[in-house]
């Protein structure tokens, strides 16, 4: 089992492109991520609740190693937690953002392996063809 805070473990799976070439499905990466995401949203407790100083907006990674993530490898947990799409634009000075601890995280990542590895239904979308 992953340690629960690599972005990466959710795209572990690969296809093959139209040249033969093995590459990350993206699409089942994303849907593994959102799925069990959305699946367990509801069960995280909030452990802190982080003010942005100016000087931090825009950096997810600064906010997730001085909160209750300790770590900025917790960065996109930040976003996601806080159901942010945009690293940048998305982490507003002055604003508070709910983080949880990286139990749950860990905790979240462990039951997303074991239901990745147990479903059949991965893929979204199509393949499309890039040359």
Known sequence: MSNGINFDSFFTETITDNNGISVCDVNAGLNNLYKNFNEHFNS??????YFVPEGE???PDLIAAKS???SQAYWWWVLLI???DDG??????????SIIDSVQVNTFNNI???ANEASND??????????
Not at 88 to 97: A, D, F, P, Q, R
Not at 122 to 131: F, P
């Open 112 to 114: 997303s392996t074991s």
């Open 122 to 131: 991965k893929r979204i979308g199509t393949v499309v063809e890039l040359n």
């Open 82 to 84: 806080n159901r942010q």
């Open 88 to 97: 940048l634009e998305g982490i507003k000075k002055n604003w508070v953002y």
């Open 44 to 49: 995280f407790e909030l452990t802190q609740r």
């Open 57 to 59: 907006e825009g950096y």
């Open 68 to 70: 209750a993530f300790g």
